[in-house]
């Protein structure tokens, strides 16, 4: 199996945390599409006849397309690809996109599972971060998908922002869980050097949350979204049973992927590979018919770090059997040796074969991922 994902990298205006490609420039959307459907075209053979089973839109923010615009898409991909195996077709959207009108032309196309970024459902922290929707029209996105047809929604939540308070987590909890979608995705604020919040934080316009109200936050989500009935599958991924996402899953468990659009990663189990970061250049080059990217060999000691960093942050951990072979005894004694005070102290586990994390190790997950990487 294998994986496209497509970076839409059109914003009407840009969030003050993001460090995600993206850009205003919509009056280059119908020549990006062409440049797109071209890539596709182009890349033909990276999944080396893979069935492709998930397809994810991503950006930026892929709801400032038009319904015609994803069509163009779908058949070139159909056509190049084939979409008969085709198990999770994921759209990212803004709440503010999501009009009853729009939603009803999305359920036309081969869209399954649509992910609505809401970060917050605090109105106050919405327009520190220049986010375009109110909490109202968040609520209201998500029920008018469900009325189009829509019965697999995700929805993003953000913790630790400026002000938050553990009651208005716990409000965000609550409006979240009251929604009764199936998946939700709650990620700690990062201060991304480079964006206007980073700015924002060196001029001591906003403050950190202290480090005690992080692990207060994150105690409290996995406490009450468990009691809900979610599943966490993921350090930060949450789903009712049955529900975890097939695209980002295969990102964790090392399963190749076409990345397509400027700053697109791609990956094929050898090599990693990305385009440039811009726009107009990444246009430029495949009209030409060039690709503007570079690529990164990947050695022994970087898959298994890869292996460390991506799969230990899942439910699954990774199979003790599967690294001895893939890596050899060295590997595998390395891991055992720097994981023994975890499994001591009860924050990994083994079980069945699989080293993984318990409830304890996920609230120190980042140190033991970092205790067993092997460095040269």
Known sequence: MAGIYIHIPFCKTRCVY?????????????????????????RKDYLNGESVETIYFGGGTPSQLEPDDFGQIFDTINRIYGMKHGKEITLEANPDDLTPEYLQALSQLPFNRISIGIQTFNDEILKLLKRRHSSSQAIRAV???????????SIDLIYGLPGETQESWNNDLSQAIALHVEHISAYHLTYEEGTPLYSMLQEKQVKEVSEDHSLLFFSEL??????????QYEISNFCLPGNYSRHNSSYWRG???????????SFSGESREWNVSSLNLYIKSIEKGERNSEREWLDKTTRYNDLI??????????SLTRLEKEFGQAYLNHALRNARKYLDNGELIIEKDHLRLTPKGGFISDGIMSDLLWVD
């Open 18 to 42: 993001c460090d995600f490609y993206s850009t205003t420039q919509s009056e280059l959307k119908d020549r990006y599409i062409r440049a797109l459907c071209k890539e596709l075209e182009m």
């Open 143 to 153: 029920k008018d998908a469900r009325l189009a047809g829509f019965n697999n929604i």
């Open 222 to 231: 996995t406490r009450r979204l468990s009691n809900a009935g979610y599943e």
């Open 255 to 265: 399963i190749c992927y076409l990345g397509c659009g400027p700053s697109a990663h």
């Open 309 to 318: 960093i991506t799969a230990l942050r899942t439910r699954w951990g990774f």
